[in-house]
């Protein structure tokens, strides 16, 4: 069975700054990699997802991450972040199956300092 | 555009009680899903079914039951409606994931039972 873990349940980082939340998965093969954001009052909305192919996902929002098999590792980045980006980030993993559970981590909430 | 409705944004409900959460989705996705959203637990997965009449449990099934009669309708059931599933509770669907895409998510019913 698939997992997920989000280390840091609260990020308070500088409008401007560099951003990236980690996420660490255990499944026993390639999985089905998400990021999906929720702000304030709001449903999920999906950042970007990973399939196959290249390593390196962009989404929208200016946001990327990266799959690194070694370390089972889908860790989110944003290059400098905006005041709007406040909100809290879902990592999520699902099987290689057509008829797949997709597991969801604990969250991180972003908070963002003036 | 994909649509998920939850035929409630509120519900207040007496323990005990039989509750119904209903969700359409409007896609023809082959997988639905129900999850459970508290503050620093993440979204944890209630059931999840991936064609009609068919289900599998999720990491917190007990105390719920589920129906899938029709396949754009997921129905949560609360068979004795209890103070602990006080919750805020999202549906979503998907199509089958090797098909390259993500679960879309409805805006959540948030449930008090008193």
């Known amino acids: 069975a698939q997992s997920v873990t989000q280390p840091d349940i609260h990020i308070t980082v500088s409008e401007g700054a560099s951003l990236e939340l980690r996420c660490n998965y255990s499944?026993?093969?390639?999985?089905?990699l998400f990021w999906y954001v929720q702000s304030p009052g709001q449903g999920l909305q999906l950042l970007l997802k990973?399939?196959?192919?290249?390593?390196l996902v962009q989404g929208i929002k200016g946001f990327e991450a990266e799959f690194k098999r070694s370390q089972s590792s889908f860790n989110l980045r944003k290059p400098s972040v905006h005041w709007s980006d406040a909100a809290e980030y879902f990592c999520a993993v699902g099987a290689r199956s057509s008829a797949s559970k997709i597991i969801f981590g604990s969250g991180t909430r972003l908070s963002i300092r003036p | 555009d994909v649509k998920v409705t939850q035929s409630s944004r509120y519900l207040v409900k007496r323990t005990g009680e039989k509750v119904f959460l209903e969700c359409v989705q409007d896609?023809?996705?082959?997988?639905m899903f129900w999850y459970r959203q508290d503050p620093g637990l993440g979204l944890r997965l209630i059931y999840f079914?991936?064609?009609?009449?068919?289900?599998e449990k999720g990491d917190i099934p007990e105390g719920y039951s589920v129906s899938r009669e029709k396949k754009e309708r997921f129905s949560l059931i609360l068979e004795s409606a209890s103070t602990n599933q006080t919750s805020m509770y999202l549906c979503a669907s998907s199509p089958a994931l090797d098909r390259n895409t993500e679960a879309f998510f409805g805006q959540g019913t948030r449930l008090t039972v008193v």
């Open positions: 079914s991936y064609d009609v009449k068919m289900k």
């Open positions: 499944y026993g093969a390639t999985p089905y």
């Open positions: 896609m023809d996705h082959e997988n």
């Open positions: 990973y399939f196959s192919g290249d390593t």
